[in-house]
């Protein structure tokens, strides 16, 4: 059965989607069965994949309301070995529309679990911010991946997302778990990306991962283009990078 892992940060511009879809594409050139989960209304991880999430009938948004399954909104084969289940700016309406709704915390989950079995890995890529879509990520997922950006604020509020995946685990979800850090944005040109890496590691119990994702001008480009960075650039250091961090996932799983 598949393992799932959250992306979540409530910080903007770590490197979510970043690393969702890269993360995602990079397990699937492993020959790993991917499923990519975009909680995030701004729907960047969709058209990350390529997809014109405007023209979608089905999308995370119409499934949360019951409007649609799993199977009706899923996208099979984005690129090989990924389906999605895309998003949309319809989705930041769902939060007022779920409210009184039986149970909302485990609307994901239980349509994720008619499939899950099907994936080696499921991937959700939360928004940037601690929300209802992000408690159903947490409910639905085994495990949560932190990007940490690395910058003078990267410690500001990761206290508060450990305080909220420890809520989830003793209220909603006690199998969740901490899969660990990664650090993203990396410029070994500046001290500043060494000393927060070193503060990081003297501040934070859990587990951090060896790849660190640099600073990368083609992982920038890829998703204008519609591609993951493996490709759009497989010989770039962001591919090389991300390609690392999925042999770590896959021995961590």
Same mark, same amino acid.
């Given at each position: 059965?598949?393992?799932?892992?959250?992306?979540?940060?409530?910080?903007?511009?770590?490197?979510?989607?970043?690393?969702?879809?890269?993360?995602?594409?990079?397990? +699937? =050139?492993?020959?790993?069965?991917?499923?990519?989960?975009?909680?995030?209304?701004?729907?960047?991880?969709?058209?990350?994949?390529?997809?014109?999430?405007?023209?979608?009938?089905?999308?995370?948004?119409?499934?949360?309301?019951?409007?649609?399954?799993?199977?009706?909104?899923?996208?099979?084969?984005?690129?090989?070995?990924?389906?999605?289940?895309?998003?949309?700016?319809?989705?930041?309406?769902?939060?007022?529309?779920?409210?009184?709704?039986?149970?909302?915390?485990?609307?994901?989950?239980?349509?994720?679990?008619?499939?899950?079995?099907?994936?080696?890995?499921?991937?959700?890529?939360?928004?940037?911010?601690?929300?209802?879509?992000?408690?159903?990520?947490?409910?639905?997922?085994?495990?949560?991946?932190?990007?940490?950006?690395?910058?003078?604020?990267?410690?500001?509020?990761?206290?508060?997302?450990?305080?909220?995946?420890?809520?989830?685990? =003793?209220?909603?979800?006690?199998?969740?778990?901490?899969?660990?850090?990664?650090?993203?944005?990396?410029?070994?040109?500046?001290?500043?990306?060494?000393?927060?890496?070193?503060?990081?590691?003297?501040?934070?119990?859990?587990?951090?991962?060896?790849?660190?994702?640099?600073?990368?001008?083609?992982?920038?480009? =890829?998703?204008?283009?519609?591609?993951?960075?493996?490709?759009?650039?497989?010989?770039?250091?962001?591919?090389?990078?991300?390609?690392?961090?999925?042999?770590?996932?896959?021995?961590? +799983?």
């Amino acid at each position: 059965m598949g393992k799932a892992i959250a992306i979540a940060n409530q910080k903007g511009g770590v490197g979510k989607t970043t690393t969702a879809i890269n993360l995602s594409s990079c397990l +699937a =050139a492993k020959g790993k069965k991917v499923m990519v989960v975009d909680t995030d209304p701004q729907g960047n991880t969709t058209s990350g994949f390529g997809v014109e999430k405007n023209d979608l009938d089905n999308t995370i948004y119409e499934l949360m309301l019951g409007e649609c399954s799993v199977k009706d909104c899923l996208i099979s084969d984005v690129i090989p070995n990924v389906s999605l289940v895309p998003s949309n700016v319809n989705l930041s309406a769902a939060e007022i529309e779920l409210i009184g709704i039986n149970k909302k915390e485990y609307i994901l989950r239980d349509e994720v679990d008619y499939v899950k079995e099907q994936y080696d890995f499921i991937i959700i890529d939360c928004p940037p911010s601690l929300n209802m879509l992000t408690i159903n990520a947490l409910t639905t997922a085994d495990t949560v991946l932190v990007p940490i950006q690395c910058e003078y604020y990267a410690l500001e509020g990761l206290s508060q997302l450990i305080h909220t995946i420890n809520l989830v685990k =003793a209220r909603l979800n006690p199998k969740l778990k901490m899969e660990g850090v990664v650090f993203t944005m990396y410029d070994a040109r500046t001290n500043l990306s060494m000393q927060v890496v070193e503060n990081v590691k003297d501040n934070l119990s859990q587990y951090i991962y060896k790849t660190i994702i640099p600073r990368n001008i083609r992982l920038a480009e =890829a998703p204008s283009y519609g591609l993951p960075i493996n490709l759009y650039d497989a010989k770039s250091t962001g591919a090389e990078a991300y390609m690392l961090l999925a042999d770590e996932v896959i021995a961590n +799983a």
